[in-house]
T-cell receptor, first 112, second 110 residues
């Protein structure tokens, strides 16, 4: 079956860049998503990328997709303490929100 | 504010109680979901409703009973729960552009 993997923890210093990585196995994945979950809250959709793109940038966030290696990354520039959260990668064969497969989440800790 | 609301935000219940979780979405979406999130398993999909019809039930115990009276509302009825059911229960909805989550209900079973 489909599987999405992420490293569980990442620590960075405030002001540095963070890179959160994700790998997936389903070759029919067409849309790939990044979600952010702050403590005690639900998941917030940050961005998504269509599989015919290899990069998408949105302010401090840059998503890179290597479809050949089935590898997705989220880069956060100038990381702030407010970026401390769990980041989930997810994949889907369509953009209707169904048939989602989520990764286990990466807990990002931003150190002062 | 994602347009998906959940009530209550926190719930403590005994193993013999009956309670219900409520989810409401104001986005005009046609699909709604219940997820369970705990320390042991980050995100477990429980139920999927598409146009009010249940399309997925991921082997969830019968002590959890979903109800979807219309495309905007989703309930999760709880009875005779176990302490291991303590978790964050998340509701989501979708149409295009991914799933949108509510803030969750933190459930503690004593």
């Amino acid at each position: 079956g489909e599987d999405v993997e992420q490293s569980l923890f990442l620590s960075v210093r405030e002001g540095d860049s963070s890179v959160i990585n994700c790998t997936y196995t389903d070759s029919s994945s067409t849309y790939l998503y990044w979600y952010k979950q702050e403590p005690g809250a639900g998941l917030q959709l940050l961005t998504y990328i269509f599989s015919n793109m290899d990069m998408k940038q949105d302010q401090r966030l840059t998503v890179l997709l290597n479809k050949k290696d089935k590898h997705l990354s989220l880069r956060i520039a100038d990381t702030q303490t407010g970026d401390s959260a769990i980041y989930f990668c997810a994949e889907s064969p369509d953009n209707y929100g169904q048939n989602f497969v989520f990764g286990p989440g990466t807990r990002l800790s931003v150190l002062p | 504010e994602t347009g998906v609301t959940q009530t209550p935000r926190h719930l403590v219940m005994g193993m013999t109680n009956k309670k219900s979780l409520k989810c409401e979405q104001h986005l005009g979406h046609n699909a709604m979901y219940w997820y369970k999130q705990s320390a042991k398993k980050p995100l477990e999909l429980m139920f999927v409703y598409n146009f009010k019809e249940q399309t997925e039930n991921n082997s969830v115990p019968s002590r959890f009973s979903p109800e979807c009276p219309n495309s905007s509302h989703l309930f999760l009825h709880l009875h005779t729960l176990q302490p291991e059911d303590s978790a964050l229960y998340l509701c989501a909805s979708s149409h295009q552009g991914g799933q949108y989550f509510g803030p969750g209900t933190r459930l503690t079973v004593t």
